[in-house]
């Protein structure tokens, strides 16, 4: 249908026939719910009273991630302080973290996150290093340090420098060896001072 306007759009002329249409109703109008408007969804969650909405495509989160202290543990089970809890409440390790994680994450003072779920305990998922540590401790079943081209240690004035190409140099003040058993230098020359 073609209309034509005069004068003012809104108003219509004797010669328009300008028909408003009404919008069929759809299933939330026929189940009674209330209808969503463009401007509940630009308005503010809080004064439209709706939750906020989910990034397209995206699903709703059922859990919350922060950060915690831990004030004890045992085993898989620790007490955590979260900021802004009136006191310490009760948590559990996840089955995939190390506890000991944990623990060194407690003797250190570290931060640990946490996962909120409601219904459920707090989850530790993890620990966070948030400072470079005065002291290093590594402990595991094997330790492998590799540099391609070289490996160096040093402290103060001593180091051991390791070169690709087998070239072991040892320096030192005052450079110490014992065994409680067999001691053995092998090499095609051997040579003192």
Known sequence: MAASFDG?????????????????????????APRVTLDDVLAEPAE???????????????????TARIAAITGRQARIVVRGAAGPVEALVAPEVDPEVIADAHA?????????????LPLIVGAL?????????????TITIEGEQELLLRSGRGAVRIRE?????????????????????????????
């Open 8 to 32: 003012d759009p809104r108003q219509p002329g004797p010669s328009t026939a300008v028909e408003e249409l009404e919008p069929e109703a759809g299933p939330a109008e026929a189940s009674g």
């Open 108 to 120: 250190r003072g570290d931060a640990v996150l946490i996962e909120l779920c409601e219904g459920a």
């Open 165 to 193: 190409d087998g070239d072991i140099e040892v320096v030192g003040s005052r450079i110490s060896a014992a065994s409680r058993g067999l001691f053995r230098i092998v090499g095609r020359l051997l040579r003192l001072n």
């Open 48 to 66: 439209a009273g709706l939750a906020p909405l989910p990034a397209p495509g995206a699903q709703p989160l059922g859990a919350a991630m922060r």
């Open 129 to 141: 290093t948030t400072q470079r540590p005065k002291a290093l401790h590594l402990k595991a079943a």
